[in-house]
Structures are given as C-alpha cells and as structure tokens.
C-alpha cells in the first residue's frame, strides 16, 4: 500500500466517522425535543384535568365561577324555583365545565 492510498483511506474513514457521528448527535437531539414535547402535552392534559368553569348556587342565585376561584365570574339570571329539584341539587354541589361553549350550553338550557 502507497503512502498515497494510506492517506486516502484514512481521510475516507475520518469523514465516515465524522458522518456517523454527526448523524447519531442530530437523532439524540430529536428524541431529546420528542420527550420535551410529550412532557408539556403531559402538563397540559393534567393542568386540564381542573374545570375551567363551576356552576354553583350563591346567595340563592346560580353564579359561574372561574378556575377554582372564590369570586363570582357570571350571575346567571335565572330563578332557582323554577328549576327541578335535582337540578338545585346540582347546582348546590356545584356542576363543572371544561370550555365555555359547555357552560354557554347550559345557561341556555336552564335559562330557557
């Protein structure tokens, strides 16, 4: 073997391995941003777990509450005395919604 072909298999190896290593970094990398994202698709479904909106009787009226919180957010103008007893039933427990097109649904229903 000539000091020619030598220094051409050498080259060849050191761009292979170059390659190959190049390769494996930009994989790790995307299985590393691959976990990243599941972990916050995680968060989110857990976060999502808490209702959005709770629907609950105060003072002898239906108010909407937001995230848990202890402030009214809506006073929904309805009569509580017009209501079946086991929709007051509900009401007193407190009925939760995930998004605001479920709890616009249900002021319709109960105001109709």
């Known amino acids: ?3 020619r072909n030598a220094k051409k298999i050498y080259f ?6 170059t390659a190959s290593a190049f390769m494996v970094i930009c994989t790790l990398g995307q299985a590393v941003r691959k976990k990243k994202v599941e972990t916050r698709l995680a968060a989110a479904a857990i976060e999502q777990d808490t209702p959005e909106y709770t ?5 002898g009226r239906a108010v909407v509450f937001r995230d848990g919180s202890d402030e009214p957010y809506i006073f929904i ?3 509580m005395s017009l209501l079946s007893d086991m929709d ?3 009401l007193s427990k ?4 995930d998004t605001e097109h479920e709890l616009r649904q249900f002021i319709e229903d109960i105001s109709s």
Do not use: N, P
Request: hydrophobic share 40%; aromatic share 12%; proline share 0%.
């Open 1 to 3: 073997m000539t000091y």
């Open 12 to 17: 060849t190896m050191v761009t292979a391995i």
């Open 55 to 59: 629907v609950r009787e105060y003072g």
């Open 77 to 79: 103008d309805v009569d």
């Open 88 to 90: 007051r039933q509900q």
């Open 94 to 97: 407190g009925i939760s919604f």
